[in-house]
């Protein structure tokens, strides 16, 4: 292995201590103490790097390598911040990855090997899990004009802490990011967080669409009461309405083929959850995902029915508010190309492959073409402090990653 391989390894090695869990992952909520411990190791990188570090108001942190003054910028990043107990690759691989690619490409440039036509960043996204502050992807869609700035830094998490508080612990911002109008291309490395290139047994995926989905922020209104005295008959229990939502969700899936929708639902919330009080809301997320915008279609208009039911059995109200709704967006063909040419060059088995999760490029491929790539997921492990890649399956990452952005930034083509 090269010696460039064994640092970035090493590397990786260091940045999962922050926030590091007994069972083997990481716990780093957006503007947490860990995150921003993760967020000064990485500004202390960048430095070492030569690569300057700017912040900008949303919270996502920049190393940029100039490279051609005045010129566009060729973005590369994910995000560092984690689920709560949580595995060590979702996001921050990418990031450091990233980092990486950005240091080797700009050295080879630097020593002739290509003339670059735009500059070099990473970025490390704020708040892109969504866990601690909603909605998920917070940083890029600011960054983007997707989320206004003062919505975002006026969120607040369950105990009443706002982004803007979060960050004001941390590094402060300065006006030197660069801003969207500036940023010519971007590209992304991921875990495929799913099983497909592990069972076929392929090196590397180029994400050429995302999976449809509907989020919704489910409500259901019942009556406080007493778990003992209160009769059967005049109960309307919040909790058992919730539970009839989310059984449905669940059964949802049984009307199509498999693997045609994924449903779930999660972060619970109970008034007055007491153990003797019959719960009066409750309050979670539920959301449908589909590979074919027709079965999200039909999926969406059998819900409603499913939770008139689930009224009707509970004798509770269930409002359903839909809060983010997408298609398959697809990706740059021309940049799904860039990437097969590059897997192609290195000599890395590869294929085509979609993304069932979100991530930060969803909200970049809308404004500039876009790559994303996945490297292989040890029995799909995702969000759990079991998540696993192998170190030659990331190291093999970082390598594509690098190929990529040495073709992003001497300008090969990524637009149809």
Do not use: C
């Amino acid at each position: 292995m090269s010696t460039s391989n064994t640092g970035f390894l090493a590397d990786f090695t260091v940045m999962s201590s922050f926030g590091a869990t007994p069972g083997g992952g990481v716990d780093r909520q957006a503007g947490t103490p860990e995150d921003h411990a993760t967020r000064s190791w990485f500004s202390t990188w960048l430095a070492g790097h030569r690569l300057r570090e700017a912040v900008d108001a949303a919270g996502n942190q920049f190393g940029l390598a100039e490279l051609v003054p005045g010129a566009p910028w060729v973005l590369l990043g994910s995000h560092l911040d984690s689920q709560p107990l949580a595995g060590r690759y979702d996001g921050a691989y990418g990031v450091l990855a990233a980092a990486h690619a950005v240091v080797r490409a700009a050295a080879a440039a630097e020593a002739g090997e290509f003339t670059p036509v735009f500059n070099l960043a990473v970025v490390n996204w704020f708040n892109e899990e969504g866990s601690r502050f909603t909605p998920s992807m917070m940083g890029s869609g600011v960054f983007t004009g997707k989320l206004p700035l003062e919505t975002a830094l006026a969120t607040q998490d369950l105990a009443g802490a706002t982004v803007a508080e979060a960050l004001a612990a941390g590094s402060p911002a300065s006006d030197s990011a660069p801003w969207l109008g500036s940023i010519a291309r971007y590209a992304e490395i991921h875990i495929e967080q799913g099983k497909i290139l592990e069972e076929q047994n392929i090196q590397v995926g180029l994400v050429d669409r995302t999976w449809a989905a509907a989020k919704y922020l489910v409500t259901v209104d019942g009556d406080q009461s007493h778990t003992g005295s209160t009769r059967m008959p005049d109960r309307r229990d919040a909790l058992y309405g919730a539970a009839l939502v989310i059984a449905a969700a669940r059964e949802l899936t049984e009307e199509f083929e498999p693997g045609q929708l994924h449903s779930s639902v999660s972060q619970l919330q109970v008034l007055p959850n007491s153990p003797v009080t019959i719960a009066r809301q409750t309050v979670m997320n539920l959301d449908l995902r589909s590979p074919d915008e027709s079965v999200l279609a039909r999926a969406m208009d059998l819900l409603g029915k499913r939770i008139a039911e689930a009224e009707a059995r509970s004798r509770t109200e269930v409002s359903l508010a839909l809060t983010h709704q997408w298609g398959l967006n697809p990706y740059s063909p021309a940049g799904v190309r860039l990437g097969r040419a590059a897997a192609e060059a290195l000599g890395f088995s590869h294929m085509d492959i979609m993304t069932v999760a979100g991530h930060d490029s969803t909200n970049l491929k809308d404004h500039v073409p876009t790559v994303m790539l996945f490297v292989p997921s040890v029995d799909g492990i995702s969000h759990n402090e079991a998540e696993f890649t192998r170190d030659e399956d990331a190291v093999r990452g970082v390598e594509l990653l690098t190929e990529v952005t040495r073709r992003l930034v001497r300008g090969d083509a990524v637009e149809d």
